[in-house]
């Protein structure tokens, strides 16, 4: 299929699966809304600033899972005391990441691509985030599940915001940049079912086992 036939296949499933989703979990939304409300009260959403494709940033939404208005570094890891009962819930059965399907819905991001990084993160004038920002940021990808114990790997760290640069983010910048060169529509609804297999039945001592599964399925056609 020709890319730019592609691309707009690939637009128009993200719409009508996002609507899908919108749709069917309104329930679960409102639920997760009084859970958040009861527990910290408002907001009951996130939006923070996220870099996207051509190095466009938009504003990214996420059930709100650390306490109102605190402050510290922009990475999280396991046990951040910022992080709310219900928050702690949330990002472990990765619930707080479904307010994305608003961005897909929009335009900012698909349903699979590069994770989007604030801005701090990313430098414009290197080849690798241009080659990576060539397409729009998506809900999942490969490298976001080869690091599904992430927040535990930087609790580990004694300085989690030099591991997560110097470490991770270049190793998932590599992936991303590898999923590239064999994505195509086949390889993403591939992606989007290992999204839900692992996303919520997964633990730290799987990622080896996980990772070797998805280079070979995904990253290899």
């Known amino acids: 299929m020709q890319e730019p036939v592609e691309d707009a296949v690939r637009r128009t499933i993200d719409v009508l699966f996002s609507l899908s989703v919108l749709v069917t979990l309104a329930?679960?939304?409102?639920?997760?809304?009084?859970?958040?409300?009861?527990?910290?009260?408002?907001?009951?959403?996130?939006?923070?600033?996220?870099?996207?494709?051509?190095?466009?940033?938009?504003?990214?939404f996420k059930f709100r899972s650390m306490r109102h208005a605190s402050s510290g570094?922009?990475?999280?890891?396991?046990?951040?005391?910022?992080?709310?009962?219900?928050?702690?819930?949330?990002?472990?059965?990765?619930?707080?990441?479904?307010?994305?399907?608003?961005?897909?819905?929009?335009?900012?991001?698909?349903?699979?691509?590069?994770?989007?990084?604030?801005?701090?993160?990313?430098?414009?004038?290197d080849p690798v985030w241009q080659a990576v920002l060539r397409v729009r940021p998506g809900i999942t990808d490969p490298a976001s599940l080869c690091y599904l114990n992430e927040e535990?790997?930087?609790?580990?760290?004694?300085?989690?915001?030099?591991?997560?640069?110097?470490?991770?983010?270049?190793?998932?910048?590599?992936?991303?940049?590898?999923?590239?060169?064999?994505?195509?529509?086949?390889?993403?609804?591939?992606?989007?079912?290992?999204t839900a297999r692992h996303s919520i039945w997964h633990d730290s001592g799987h990622r080896q086992s996980l990772e070797k599964t998805l280079l070979e399925e995904v990253l290899h056609g």
């Open 27 to 60: 329930p679960l939304f409102a639920l997760l809304a009084v859970l958040i409300l009861i527990d910290d009260g408002w907001p009951v959403f996130f939006a923070q600033e996220r870099v996207g494709a051509g190095g466009k940033t938009f504003r990214i």
């Open 73 to 125: 570094r922009l990475i999280t890891a396991a046990g951040d005391p910022r992080v709310t009962r219900v928050g702690a819930v949330l990002r472990k059965l990765k619930l707080d990441e479904i307010a994305q399907f608003f961005n897909v819905l929009r335009g900012d991001m698909s349903l699979c691509g590069p994770r989007p990084e604030v801005p701090r993160y990313v430098d414009m004038n």
């Open 152 to 194: 535990e790997l930087l609790a580990r760290s004694g300085d989690p915001e030099r591991t997560y640069r110097q470490t991770i983010l270049p190793a998932k910048l590599q992936i991303s940049l590898r999923y590239q060169s064999v994505r195509s529509l086949r390889t993403d609804l591939k992606l989007i079912l290992m």
